[in-house]
């Protein structure tokens, strides 16, 4: 069974950073492509940023210049680096990621979420 598991969420004010990991773990897959989603209060999850298996890498208009999305094979996790943060980055971070187990078919998988505050 094939599990995401995101942690580095945290309080911190404007301006200053912080890093997310995704740690995907389970029977044998390969990650297809890894995505961050972010859901504020009252407001949809919207997508953050991608990176695919071989390296491309997307982010919203609102995050570009601050945000970076990588990956560390090896380790199976994938990061969110987020600098000069804004208040309306607060929201519940989420891993998401397209996943092929061995002998599978692709399929969707999240993790349980992480909370980013940023105080003004």
């Known amino acids: 069974q094939v599990q995401l598991v995101e942690s580095g969420g945290g309080l911190v004010r404007a301006g200053g950073s912080l890093t997310l990991s995704c740690v995907v773990s389970g029977s044998t897959f390969t990650i297809i492509t890894s995505r961050w989603y972010r859901q504020a209060p009252g407001k949809r999850r919207e997508l953050v940023a991608f990176i695919t298996r071989i390296g491309t890498t997307n982010y919203i208009d609102s995050v570009k210049d601050r945000f970076t999305i990588s990956k560390d094979d090896a380790k199976n996790t994938v990061y969110l680096q987020m600098n000069n943060l804004k208040p309306d980055d607060t929201a519940v971070y989420y891993c998401?990621?397209?996943?092929?187990?061995?002998?599978?078919?692709?399929?969707?998988?999240w993790g349980q979420g992480t909370q980013v505050t940023v105080s003004s």
């Open positions: 998401n990621a397209d996943i092929e187990p061995v002998g599978y078919l692709s399929r969707s998988f």
